[in-house]
């Protein structure tokens, strides 16, 4: 077994006997880790405290060759997420962004611009960003990063050009906007206006290194979209998508 270092983010942990913990990392050089962390529970354990929810850590990790899990020897704490002294509102949604990299990453499969979008959007979050924007961010360039970004320019099912003007067709089973004449043979399609469709587009396109703001008045029908297809790509409905926020808020009370 050969010992590995990166950083990492703490996406979940549980309990796996009286001392230690099975954790979920997020590694920028290894991809996402499940790993026993033998002794992570005793008042005194080797790790510090540094294994808590979403805390930005540096660990080292011995991974196995065989199906097993790995084994983590050694966690520092760079940062702690303290969203939850702000409000319940950034609570829920570091949550739901650890609930999106466990549903969207896979094992050993490194992504550092996905773990650098994370610290990006973390800051945000645990600081004074707006909340409902940031995800909105995250979420589009997660979906483009990982190769599951919905089609905004031509239509997902025959490839030709949509008619942009008052609202579009947009199909969960293509994946994307659909034509006027393929919109009879999807199966689940929604109505949605142009307004929004070029709002994902310049989410996705974005290459600002902080989230942007979402206009409030394409918010609401942005954030459902969204969610019916993040529920199409990843086959079930993420357990923290009812506690996003509902509206965009431009100051948030501490």
Same mark, same amino acid.
Not at 64 to 89: Q, V, W
Not at 174 to 199: F, K, L, M, P
């Given at each position: 077994?050969a #010992?590995e270092q990166?950083? #990492?983010?703490?996406?979940?942990?549980v309990?796996?006997?009286?001392?230690?913990?099975?954790v979920t990392? /997020?590694?920028?050089? /290894?991809?996402?880790v499940?790993?026993?962390a033998?002794? #992570?529970? &005793?008042p @005194?354990?080797? *790790?510090?405290? $540094?294994?808590?929810?979403l805390?930005?850590?540096?660990?080292?990790? !011995? &991974? @196995?060759?065989?199906?097993s899990l790995?084994?983590l020897t050694?966690a @520092?704490?760079? @940062?702690? *997420? +303290?969203?939850g002294?702000r409000?319940l509102? +950034?609570?829920? %949604?570091?949550y739901?962004?650890a609930?999106m990299?466990?549903?969207?990453?896979?094992?050993?499969?490194?992504?550092?611009?996905?773990?650098? /979008?994370t610290?990006?959007t973390?800051?945000?979050?645990? =600081?004074?960003?707006e909340? %409902?924007?940031?995800l909105?961010?995250?979420?589009?360039?997660? !979906?483009r990063m !990982?190769?599951?970004?919905p =089609?905004?320019?031509?239509?997902t099912?025959?490839?030709?050009?949509?008619?942009c003007? =008052?609202?579009? $067709? *947009?199909?969960?089973?293509?994946?994307?906007?659909?034509c006027d004449?393929?919109?009879?043979?999807?199966?689940?399609?929604?109505?949605?206006?142009?307004?929004?469709?070029?709002e994902?587009? +310049?989410l996705q #396109?974005?290459?600002?290194e902080?989230?942007?703001?979402?206009p409030?008045?394409?918010? %609401?029908?942005?954030?459902?979209i969204?969610?019916?297809y993040?529920?199409?790509?990843?086959?079930?409905?993420?357990?923290?998508?009812?506690? /996003?926020?509902?509206?965009?808020?431009?100051?948030t009370? $501490?």
């Amino acid at each position: 077994m050969a #010992a590995e270092q990166s950083t #990492a983010i703490v996406l979940r942990t549980v309990e796996f006997s009286e001392t230690s913990l099975i954790v979920t990392l /997020l590694t920028r050089d /290894l991809g996402r880790v499940s790993a026993i962390a033998k002794g #992570a529970r &005793r008042p @005194k354990g080797p *790790f510090e405290g $540094a294994l808590d929810l979403l805390a930005v850590c540096r660990v080292v990790v !011995l &991974r @196995k060759s065989s199906d097993s899990l790995d084994l983590l020897t050694e966690a @520092k704490l760079h @940062k702690r *997420f +303290r969203g939850g002294e702000r409000s319940l509102e +950034r609570v829920y %949604g570091g949550y739901y962004m650890a609930e999106m990299l466990r549903l969207l990453t896979d094992d050993h499969d490194p992504h550092p611009d996905v773990y650098d /979008l994370t610290i990006r959007t973390l800051q945000q979050i645990d =600081g004074s960003g707006e909340v %409902g924007s940031s995800l909105t961010y995250f979420d589009a360039q997660i !979906l483009r990063m !990982l190769g599951h970004s919905p =089609g905004t320019d031509l239509c997902t099912d025959c490839g030709c050009e949509v008619k942009c003007s =008052g609202r579009i $067709a *947009f199909s969960l089973t293509s994946g994307g906007i659909v034509c006027d004449q393929c919109r009879a043979r999807q199966r689940q399609t929604i109505s949605v206006r142009v307004g929004v469709i070029e709002e994902i587009r +310049r989410l996705q #396109a974005s290459t600002t290194e902080l989230p942007t703001h979402v206009p409030e008045d394409l918010y %609401g029908e942005l954030r459902a979209i969204l969610n019916r297809y993040i529920q199409t790509v990843v086959g079930s409905v993420p357990r923290m998508q009812p506690f /996003l926020p509902s509206v965009t808020r431009t100051e948030t009370n $501490a």
